[in-house]
């Protein structure tokens, strides 16, 4: 009877034992499905809400490491700000850049694109700067309009023929620069960039300017050099905030009196056109501090030009000067002088007030030696003296 009693307890414990070992399995199994439902929910979330997007201030791009490879960048998808292929040639846009959503600066130049995907605008929507210098381009796609945080476009060296209709609402634009396009007009659209400070349009064969020139009332520096622009428009006036403007190498055969209403200016470049007079309006310049009238036909300079105070640089080289301007005596900040290919044959002792003085270039006109002489005896602090 007690053998029965011992098996009978043996085959209970076992059960239970069995028991125990069935629920243990299934809380194994358990743990073991929660837990792999705890690892992979947050990724699978992850997966699906929106990465973080971060927009930086135009003072900390420069900060920012460039990236000079798409392979790498790629590596660190949200962390890319500054994007430059400095020797890398393409032939069309890498969809796989459109992957960087952070991206700010994308610099793509001299490469082979003619064309970009409209996709850039929804894909880069942070882009701050975008250079496309040496490219195919011809126009751009319409949709870049809601690229809003867009500061600074350079499309130099490409092949465009009139200023892309999109343009017309990118009106965010601070720096644009097209020069050495086949821009022969500028269309009204231009006007609608109301808070470019600085444009850049050398080289184009533009031979006149649109009255909603003068819309763009922010500029301070403009570069028309190397045109065919005989006058400029009244709006032309309006540009109260110009500091820096480059005319050089146009067809003025007057000099543009529009000029004279732009009070703020401290350089101006007239170099290569094709006047013989200026008149004393242009005395109404005294924050001018560059003056740049090189190869033109003046024979004389209007009275007053020593209200020109703040003037350190000036350039009257390849004119038909045959007296020296006697009020450039009075310009005491002036450190450069270039009077070289005239036709003046004596200089007044008075020039050495110029105190300031560091350049003179006075060659190929008709001093004596005397003169040359003399001038070194007045001038005993000028650095350089170009006889």
């Given at each position: 009877m007690?053998?029965?009693?011992?098996?009978?307890?043996?085959l209970?414990?076992?059960?239970?034992?069995?028991?125990?070992a069935?629920?243990?399995?299934?809380?194994?199994?358990?743990?073991?499905?929660?837990n792999?439902?705890?690892?992979?929910?947050?990724?699978?979330?992850?997966s699906?809400?929106?990465?973080?997007?971060?927009?930086?201030?135009?003072k900390?791009?420069?900060?920012?490491?460039?990236?000079?490879?798409?392979?790498e960048?790629?590596?660190?998808?949200?962390?890319?700000?500054?994007?430059?292929?400095?020797?890398?040639?393409?032939t069309y846009?890498?969809?796989?850049?459109?992957?960087?959503?952070?991206l700010?600066?994308?610099?793509?130049?001299?490469?082979?694109?003619d064309?970009?995907?409209?996709?850039i605008?929804?894909?880069?929507?942070?882009?701050?700067?975008?250079?496309?210098?040496?490219?195919?381009?011809?126009?751009?796609?319409?949709?870049?309009?809601?690229?809003?945080?867009?500061?600074?476009?350079?499309?130099?060296?490409n092949?465009?023929?009139?200023?892309?209709?999109?343009?017309?609402?990118?009106?965010?634009?601070?720096?644009?620069?097209?020069k050495f396009?086949?821009?022969?007009?500028i269309?009204?659209?231009?006007?609608?960039?109301?808070?470019?400070?600085?444009?850049?349009?050398?080289?184009?064969?533009?031979?006149?300017l649109?009255?909603?020139?003068?819309?763009?009332?922010?500029?301070?520096e403009?570069?028309?050099?190397?045109n065919?622009?005989?006058?400029?428009?009244?709006?032309?006036?309006?540009?109260?905030?110009?500091?820096k403007?480059n005319?050089?190498?146009?067809?003025?055969?007057?000099f543009?009196?529009?000029?004279f209403?732009?009070?703020?200016?401290?350089s101006l470049?007239?170099?290569?056109?094709?006047?013989?007079?200026?008149?004393s309006?242009i005395?109404?310049?005294?924050?001018?501090e560059?003056?740049?009238?090189?190869?033109?036909?003046?024979?004389?300079?209007?009275?007053g030009?020593?209200?020109?105070?703040?003037?350190?640089?000036?350039?009257?080289?390849?004119?038909?000067?045959?007296?020296?301007?006697?009020?450039?005596?009075?310009?005491?900040?002036?450190?450069?002088?270039?009077?070289?290919?005239?036709?003046?044959?004596?200089?007044?002792?008075?020039?050495?007030?110029?105190?300031?003085l560091?350049?003179?270039?006075?060659?190929?006109?008709?001093?004596?030696?005397?003169?040359?002489?003399?001038l070194?005896?007045?001038l005993?602090?000028?650095?350089?003296?170009?006889?």
């Amino acid at each position: 009877m007690m053998r029965k009693i011992l098996i009978l307890c043996l085959l209970s414990g076992l059960l239970v034992d069995t028991v125990n070992a069935q629920r243990r399995k299934r809380n194994r199994d358990k743990d073991k499905t929660e837990n792999t439902t705890t690892t992979v929910t947050p990724v699978t979330k992850d997966s699906t809400k929106k990465r973080k997007r971060i927009l930086l201030k135009p003072k900390d791009l420069s900060d920012q490491m460039a990236y000079h490879s798409l392979k790498e960048a790629l590596k660190n998808v949200d962390s890319v700000f500054v994007l430059d292929f400095p020797l890398k040639k393409f032939t069309y846009f890498p969809k796989d850049i459109l992957k960087l959503r952070n991206l700010q600066v994308l610099e793509m130049v001299y490469s082979e694109l003619d064309s970009l995907p409209p996709v850039i605008a929804d894909s880069l929507d942070y882009l701050q700067v975008l250079n496309l210098k040496n490219n195919k381009l011809t126009s751009l796609p319409t949709e870049m309009a809601k690229m809003k945080y867009l500061r600074r476009l350079n499309l130099e060296y490409n092949l465009l023929e009139d200023i892309p209709d999109v343009m017309a609402n990118m009106s965010g634009l601070r720096s644009l620069n097209i020069k050495f396009n086949r821009l022969s007009k500028i269309s009204n659209k231009i006007g609608a960039l109301t808070q470019l400070q600085t444009l850049d349009l050398t080289a184009n064969g533009i031979t006149n300017l649109p009255k909603s020139f003068g819309q763009l009332t922010q500029l301070q520096e403009l570069n028309l050099q190397a045109n065919r622009i005989t006058t400029l428009p009244m709006s032309f006036t309006q540009l109260a905030n110009l500091k820096k403007l480059n005319l050089r190498q146009n067809r003025f055969k007057v000099f543009p009196s529009h000029i004279f209403s732009l009070n703020q200016l401290t350089s101006l470049n007239l170099r290569k056109n094709k006047f013989s007079q200026i008149p004393s309006g242009i005395t109404r310049l005294q924050q001018l501090e560059e003056l740049n009238l090189q190869q033109n036909a003046l024979s004389r300079l209007p009275t007053g030009i020593a209200a020109w105070k703040k003037m350190k640089k000036l350039n009257l080289s390849k004119n038909k000067l045959t007296n020296f301007p006697v009020e450039i005596s009075q310009l005491s900040n002036l450190e450069e002088l270039n009077l070289s290919f005239n036709q003046i044959s004596t200089i007044p002792a008075n020039i050495g007030q110029l105190k300031k003085l560091k350049l003179l270039n006075v060659a190929n006109n008709r001093l004596s030696s005397a003169e040359k002489n003399k001038l070194r005896s007045v001038l005993p602090v000028t650095t350089t003296i170009i006889y």
